[in-house]
């Protein structure tokens, strides 16, 4: 039985970019996944009961996963039989990036805290009840995994997504001049000579 390779869009994106991944994966299932949650707790319900039917009906499942999509990844699918994830540019401390924003936005936590919801002039909403989560349910990923990641990443520093790789034992590839969002042809290229590279 071939491989079947799920791919998961980051914020903005969508299930059809799992078209570039197809010539990659010659033999192999690819599909994307047109999942609706916008929370970690929601993510959780909509990924594992998604994942559950792909793995009882497939053979080997091989994650790619972006971003926002690789956080909820590692959230919802820890404990499921996936045979290898590559995650492009995730969050990978979601309580450092909400702390980030917060400073960004130049509110303190406290304030989070007492309204519940703050809305940031650079468009994300940020929530105390999402904090609370991300800090009671730290992600713990055991399935082998590699991490790429852009050199100008803005929303995690090297040093974050670094001691992440450290301590899950993922294989981290920094692409110099790379950014949070891989979409030119450099960086696509790049992208595509990493998964090649560890398969």
């Not at 991944?21 to 999942?35: A, E, M, Q, R």
């Not at 991300?134 to 990443?153: C, H």
Request: with cysteine; glycine share 8%.
């Amino acid at each position: 039985m071939s491989d079947t390779i799920v791919y998961i869009h980051g914020k903005g994106g969508s299930a059809s970019e799992a078209e570039h991944y197809k010539p990659l994966f010659k033999g192999g299932n690819v599909t994307g996944f047109d999942y609706k949650a916008e929370t970690p707790w929601d993510a959780k319900k909509e990924f594992a009961a998604f994942f559950r039917e792909i793995c009882k009906e497939n053979g080997d499942v091989i994650l790619i996963a972006n971003s926002i999509g690789a956080f909820f990844s590692m959230c919802s699918l820890a404990d499921l039989p996936i045979k290898k994830a590559f995650f492009i540019s995730p969050i990978v401390n979601m309580e450092k990036l909400i702390a980030d924003m917060l400073a960004w936005s130049n509110h303190t936590e406290e304030e989070l805290r007492i309204k519940g919801k703050i809305e940031t002039d650079f468009g994300e909403t940020l929530s105390w009840e999402y904090l609370k989560y991300v800090r009671e349910n730290p992600i713990g990923w055991k399935t082998p995994a590699s991490i790429l990641y852009g050199e100008n990443d803005n929303l995690t520093s090297l040093e974050t997504v670094s001691a992440f790789s450290e301590r899950i034992g993922a294989k981290l590839t920094v692409m110099e001049n790379g950014e949070h969002w891989f979409h030119t042809k450099e960086q696509m290229d790049f992208l595509d000579s990493w998964i090649k590279g560890s398969l």
